[in-house]
């Protein structure tokens, strides 16, 4: 595991080979913006998702008949990556398919996460390769915690998230032991369709799963001029949260392209809506960012 480092006049960033797991954004004036892991909370900082998003049930899928295990949120993680490509302001990882990945997920692949900053803009681009003769199917996505209250100004329920739209999204119905989908999805209201106030009880349920939301949110107080903005323009589901019961000083943002399995239910990943599934041969982008105010 080594970390790298891009920078611009604006943001200094760094990364880990480790799952290219961003470990540190600091702004112009010095400001952390990313959670810092604590053991006996939440250890990691903004791992990113691949190949299969949240839990399955009992750890397992079905392909073609035979079945794979999985841990939660899959195997890119804690998977060490090589870097392809690396300027002072943009660098890319690449994970390719190995006896290790086959054994747990049986397609070819060639994985890449890429980070670029644009001013004040992190932009991240996971472009995703099947190598194989058939199709393959999975999900990705983005796991970053942010620190609240940002650069220690007021307190974690001062801060709110704000969408950029309004909406009346839906909230996926999750079994309170298992946290996997239980088919009771609920409208979820906003404040004023826009505002998700925070506080640490908000989590005491685990994750908010959300769909049909706006594809851009950001973290704010009216007492500070800092916010930390997530825009997710190819997510369809978005993931907030914080470990429960605890006042961690963090919140996650999470766009994701699918969910977690059903109760009860070992799913055929070939067959499970909201997967992508990607020709042989073909390439698939899906471009994300995370923008820092001072």
């Not at 909230?171 to 004023?192: A, R, T």
């Amino acid at each position: 595991m080594k970390n790298y480092q891009i920078k611009n006049e604006c943001l200094t960033v760094t990364i880990s080979s480790r799952g290219a797991e961003l470990q540190s954004i600091i702004g112009s004036d010095k400001t952390e913006y990313l959670w810092q892991g604590d053991e006996a909370i939440w250890k990691d900082k903004a791992f990113n998702i691949f190949p299969y998003i949240a839990r399955l049930y009992q750890g397992t899928y079905q392909y073609e008949g035979q079945e794979y295990k999985l841990p939660i949120h899959g195997f890119l993680k804690d998977s060490e990556l090589t870097v392809a490509a690396q300027t002072e302001e943009s660098i890319t990882f690449n994970l390719t398919d190995s006896e290790e990945t086959k054994a747990v997920y049986p397609f070819e692949f060639s994985l890449d996460i890429t980070y670029t900053l644009q001013k004040s803009k992190i932009e991240i681009i996971m472009s995703v390769a099947n190598q194989g003769e058939q199709t393959m199917y999975f999900g990705i996505g983005g796991h970053p915690g942010f620190i609240v209250p940002i650069a220690g100004v007021g307190q974690f329920d001062d801060y709110y998230l704000e969408f950029a739209t309004k909406e009346t999204p839906y909230k996926i119905g999750v079994d309170g032991e298992s946290l996997l989908q239980n088919g009771n999805d609920e409208k979820f209201d906003l404040v004023n369709q826009t505002k998700l106030p925070l506080s640490h009880e908000t989590f005491n349920d685990d994750a908010i799963i959300l769909h049909g939301m706006s594809k851009e949110v950001t973290l704010k107080s009216d007492a500070n001029e800092k916010a930390v903005t997530v825009s997710y323009p190819d997510m369809n589901f978005l993931g907030i949260w914080q470990k429960p019961h605890t006042t961690a000083e963090y919140v996650c943002i999470e766009p994701w392209t699918s969910l977690q399995a059903r109760m009860n239910q070992i799913e055929d990943i070939s067959k499970q809506t909201n997967m992508i599934s990607l020709k042989s041969n073909q390439r698939y982008d899906n471009k994300w960012s995370i923008t820092i105010k001072e």
